[in-house]
């Protein structure tokens, strides 16, 4: 008897416990609240409770606190770790829509928020009624990280259960580690094979009036991340080129944007297919050409994926 009476005064105090946190929370400014919201990921249990625990008016010191605790790199002006995290929240969102609640809540945003973009992405609809199953297969190098829609419907659960393997990639973990500086941010996305385009360049007309070129750049479609909306995937890449002098002085520049829409069965059917982004370049100042046509001329490519706010940047020689 003694026994269930302690069972009941634990349950009954973890009970008004539990309500006690949800009225704290019920009452937090809107402000505070979306900031406890979005922090979940990197908030530890004891952390939460002395969140909630305080007065209105000292929780923006803890905010900043909580950030400032988790700055890899104190020196700097910029909170590394805390633009990022955002990052990821805001492409999250962006990404991972139409599951009834925010894109950063669902279990894809959760893994994309933690371990960043993956190495590779597939998405698998079902091939038949019988199926009726759906998933999503990411790639963290040689490691599967596979989430199913069950009825097809959008609503995508995780499936891996064990993710030890790529537990390096976790940023909540690498938060807590004073070791982890600038040069590890990004991990998955600065350099990345990924999203890392083939370059040729060739020239059609070089002679001191002018200079016709054409860039090509080329990544396979497997390696390209799409934002999902309904059965369609979509993405578009913004690519920005300079031409420069060994002396750094601008020569050329030119912008284009590519968009892409694919059914996800067109997806499957071009993969391992090759996506081509071609750029003309035209340079008819005399003058300006007169200072290219020495060791060191660079041409600078910039392409940013709208679906992520992926960025990769390279130079390679103009001649």
Sequence with gaps: ?????????????????????????????????????????????????????????????????????RDPDPSTPENELRSEYEMRIESADKLFVGEGQAGYLTDRGRIYILYGPPSD?????????????????????????????????????????????????????????????????????AGSKRFDWEISLSFQERGPGRIAARLRLSLPYGRIWFSSQGQTM?????????????????VYETKASFPISLTESEFLDRARQIFTMDLPIDIQDEALIAKLGRDGDQLVITVINATGRETQKKSVDFR
């Design 234 to 250: 979509r993405t578009t890449f913004d690519a920005a080129v300079e031409v420069r002098t060994s002396a750094k002085v601008l």
């Design 1 to 69: 008897m003694r026994t269930k009476a302690l069972t009941l005064v634990l349950l009954m105090t973890a009970l008004f416990s539990a309500c006690g946190v949800y009225k704290q929370e019920k009452e937090l400014a809107p402000p505070m609240a979306e900031f406890l919201m979005k922090a979940r990921y990197l908030m530890t249990a004891e952390e939460r409770r002395e969140f909630l625990a305080l007065p209105d008016a000292t929780k923006p010191a803890f905010v900043e606190s909580f950030w400032k605790r």
């Design 121 to 189: 992405r597939q998405t698998r609809p079902a091939m038949n009624r019988t199926a009726n199953r759906c998933r999503e297969v990411w790639s963290y190098a040689n490691f599967p990280v596979v989430f199913v829609d069950q009825t097809c419907s959008g609503r995508f659960r995780l499936s891996t259960g064990d993710l030890t393997a790529i537990r390096e990639l976790n940023i909540a973990e690498r938060s807590a580690s004073s070791q982890w500086g600038r040069a590890t941010m990004g991990i998955l996305q």
